[in-house]
């Protein structure tokens, strides 16, 4: 494959591998400036984790068709930081297990969801407004999921995680701004 060619098929990848990240992690879409999916959640359910398991193994699959020595330097480049988002995205699932082992992890999605909403002037306060209705209700959800799918946590991370939720808590309570 020359390297035109190559690049070509890389940039198809990364294209699709950005849109459906960005689909699969709203919150992170969000904070990356990208305001298609505002009003929506990551699915942290067991069944939300095998949709991303199989994304992480499509886009693998997809990735290895490409050699990398086909690829112009620049994008010999991605193509490497791709595959190690990808090993840095299955270590966190098979090896850290956050949305098994540390309620941290849901504060953190549900704070990191909200409060650009809430702080950041990016859109009009209607629209910001509409998209903040949607997460809350969709908060039941990952609260849900939290529950079904936290073991024992470590008694630092529960107290950690319940002070955090009393911020969480103030700033729903503060407004828009």
Known sequence: MNA???????????AKFLASYLRLEPV???????????????????????RARSFI??????????PAA???????????????????????LDELKPRELDPLY?????????????TRSFAPIAER????QKRLEGVPAVVAAARARLGAPSRIHTE?????????????DGGLS
């Open 4 to 14: 035109a060619r190559a690049d070509e098929a890389f940039a198809a990848v990364s």
């Open 28 to 50: 992170r879409a969000t904070e990356l400036g990208d305001h298609t999916h505002d009003g929506t959640w990551p699915d942290p359910s067991v069944e939300g984790e095998a």
């Open 57 to 66: 193994a499509e886009t693998r699959a997809a990735l290895a068709t490409i």
């Open 70 to 92: 086909d690829l112009s330097l620049e994008r010999r480049i991605d193509h490497a930081i791709l595959g190690d988002q990808l090993d840095a995205w299955q270590f966190t």
């Open 106 to 118: 849901y504060t953190g999605l549900l704070g990191d969801g909200i409060d650009p909403l809430v």
């Open 129 to 132: 407004t509409a998209n903040l």
């Open 160 to 172: 950690t995680a319940i002070e955090q939720n009393k911020g969480l808590v103030a700033l729903c």
